[in-house]
């Protein structure tokens, strides 16, 4: 069945660094993904999204990567801050359909 | 309002009674989900309204499990006879129309003691 997945649930980074979060989907029929931010108590915040047209795309200290060949997702943060810290859903959803399947997350911690 | 408005922030319950989750989605979006998130899980799709479409309820884990949405804005999700499994963070989200970027609410933290 459909699934996606991350590599790493948890990563920790010193504040300054790049960050990147990996993804991994199954889906080939998937031409929509998309990225969220979780913080403590709160639902999911749009970061980026992407369509399978395109194999990257950037936004404010954040690019999003797309490896259609192996089925793989990546966001990059770049000068990682303490407010980054959050959990990261990536989320993938197929031509025609409404639903966006969500991976189980991955943990960013800045460290000072 | 400017976001997916949800209540209540949190809910406890005692196993058996019934509870009403309410969805206030971002003005003028036609779409509207309810996912469920457990502890430290991904988002679990429950039911998706289009419209004036018939929903989706392929997600609603069991017969206990509810939805409506009212004049094609507000939403309810009802739970009856909760169960302890049932404790999780309900999410609401809307979208300005199906296939666009979702905007999710703050959630309903829902604990079945």
């Known amino acids: 069945g459909e699934s996606v997945g991350l590599h790493l649930p948890t990563l920790s980074v010193q504040e300054g660094d790049n960050s990147i979060i990996n993804c991994a989907y199954s889906n080939s029929a998937s031409d929509y993904f998309i990225w969220y931010k979780q913080e403590s108590g709160k639902g999911p915040q749009f970061i980026i999204d992407?369509?399978?047209?395109?194999d990257k795309r950037q936004g404010q200290r954040v690019t999003v990567l797309l490896n259609k060949t192996v089925k793989h997702l990546s966001l990059q943060i770049a000068a990682t801050q303490p407010g980054d810290s959050a959990v990261y859903f990536c989320a993938e959803r197929a031509d025609s359909s409404y639903k966006l399947i969500f991976g189980s997350g991955t943990r960013l911690l800045v460290r000072p | 309002g400017a976001g997916v408005s949800q209540s209540p922030s949190n809910k406890v319950t005692e196993k058996g009674k019934d509870v009403e989750l309410r969805c206030d989605p971002i003005?003028?979006?036609?779409?509207l989900y309810w996912y469920r998130q457990s502890l430290g899980q991904g988002l679990e799709f429950l039911i998706y309204?289009?419209?004036?479409?018939?929903?989706?309820k392929s997600g609603l884990p069991s017969d206990r499990f509810s939805a409506e949405r009212t004049g094609g804005s507000v939403s309810t999700l009802t739970i009856q006879r909760t169960q302890q499994e049932d404790s999780a963070v309900y999410l609401c989200?809307?979208?300005?129309?199906?296939?666009?970027?979702?905007?999710f609410g703050s959630g309903t933290q829902l604990s079945v003691l």
């Open positions: 003005s003028g979006h036609t779409a």
């Open positions: 989200a809307s979208s300005v129309r199906t296939n666009e970027k979702l905007f």
């Open positions: 992407i369509r399978s047209n395109m």
């Open positions: 309204f289009q419209g004036n479409s018939a929903p989706d």
